[in-house]
């Protein structure tokens, strides 16, 4: 066995990030449909792990200790560039978001239930390849696991659950670019980077306006960005034993919107881009490990049901975002990114839609409203909106009766 030390683990991640860069730029297919960096790069060292324990009887061990923190930076970070001023004017887009989400997670569940009753599996099983480990992610997926194992009796839960919310992320990383730009093609949409030069819509150069970040700049985002993840590691303490769990990210990025927007009026003030970078490494750094540590052997141990389950909620996934979210949302190009970041967090998570959103800004142009109602909607009230919607499901007696 390989084991890589924490260092020597970072290395291999910042690695694997230049080759998935290298990759998106050059293979014309990634590129065309803005497949994220960590995706590439990471699923690529899962593939060759993968090579050296099957055929070599070598594997590979990361030290990935440093994961929940640089979730946890991603997350504050969000929370310092979030303009609250910017929110109440995207107001209306956030509440059709929320509406377009509301049937999705029931007819998510609906999909994984009839699939379970079609491959002759037990219902809870549907629910556990719908918004369980989804729009849940591992920790939803862990919680109801334990609980399946416990009261239901269902054998190798917890691998499949797992296995299915790793699947999700990569679903979600690689669906959401090919469905944004699908949609931009057919609706003939364009971001401030696509315009031609002279045409009378070219983007501003910020950079002319403004002096690129300093050390001191990245110095103060630095320590903001840390002060809240231990806000907000204090604040989950409080509330740890309420009826209702929330995730610990949701209060550092409550505690960066707090920063943010308070702060100004005391005299604070933080350099955005200072605070966009640091949470665009972040948010790399913790895909590219997740990635590299995707267990292919599992994988393909949990194979069959599991796969087919995930490849009609992926395609039932793509279809929702693309004839209903998109039209739900003003049917623009702000539209166009925030239906790809829907299948980011649909099938994986909200750092998969932030990333998918990156890919497609980095190519196309900025997209400010969906930065601020994404990460409201998939960091704090598509959770909420979760639990009550299992809930109710598994309450009913031909699912769970619990």
């Known amino acids: 066995m390989i084991s890589l030390t924490p260092v020597q683990s970072l290395l291999a991640c910042c690695l694997v990030l230049v080759i998935g860069r290298v990759l998106t730029t050059r293979i014309g297919v990634l590129a065309r449909y803005s497949i994220p960096d960590p995706i590439v790069g990471g699923l690529l060292f899962a593939v060759l792990a993968y090579l050296l324990s099957t055929w070599g009887n070598v594997s590979v061990s990361l030290e990935t200790s440093i994961k929940p923190t640089l979730l946890l930076l991603f997350f504050g970070s969000i929370g310092l560039t979030a303009n609250l001023k910017l929110l109440a004017k995207g107001g209306p887009r956030l509440i059709a978001f929320l509406l377009a989400l509301i049937p999705f997670l029931v007819l998510q569940n609906a999909v994984g239930l009839g699939m379970a009753w079609l491959l002759d599996l037990h219902p809870l099983m549907g629910l556990l390849g719908g918004t369980i480990t989804l729009v849940g992610g591992h920790g939803t997926g862990a919680a109801y696991a334990t609980r399946f194992a416990d009261f239901n009796n269902i054998q190798d839960v917890m691998a499949l659950a797992m296995t299915s919310a790793t699947l999700g992320l990569v679903l979600g990383g690689v669906v959401g670019g090919p469905v ?137 996934c793509a279809l929702y975002a693309a004839w209903v979210v998109f039209r739900m949302l003003k049917r623009d190009y702000e539209a166009a990114i925030m239906s790809a970041a829907f299948c980011g967090f649909a099938l994986g998570a909200t750092a998969t839609a932030i990333a998918n959103m990156q890919a497609l800004t980095r190519r196309h142009g900025p997209a400010p409203e969906a930065f601020i109602v994404v990460p409201v909607t998939g960091a704090f009230l598509v959770d909420i909106l979760n639990v009550i919607v299992l809930t109710s499901l598994i309450s009913l007696p031909f699912v769970g009766g619990m």
Do not use: Y
């Not at 985002?221 to 209702?244: I, N, Q, R, Y």
């Not at 550092?252 to 350099?271: E, F, M, P, Q, S």
């Not at 490494?281 to 267990?295: K, V």
């Not at 292919?296 to 194979?303: F, G, P």
């Open 180 to 316: 944004a730009e699908w949609i931009m093609r057919r609706h003939k949409l364009a971001g401030s980077l696509d315009h031609a030069p002279g045409d009378g819509h070219e983007a501003p150069d910020l950079n002319e306006a403004a002096p690129p970040p300093t050390a001191g700049s990245f110095i103060v985002s630095m320590t903001a960005a840390f002060v809240c993840l231990v806000a907000g590691g204090f604040l989950a303490s409080l509330v740890e034993d309420a009826p209702v769990s929330l995730p610990n990210f949701l209060w550092c990025l409550a505690t960066g919107v707090l920063i943010r927007n308070a702060g100004a009026r005391l005299g604070l003030k933080l350099d955005d881009r200072a605070t966009e970078i640091i949470g665009t490494i972040s948010l790399s750094l913790f895909l590219g490990m997740t990635m590299m540590t995707l267990d292919l052997s599992s994988v393909a141990r949990l194979a069959g049901p599991l796969a087919l389950m995930l490849a009609v909620q992926t395609l039932f």
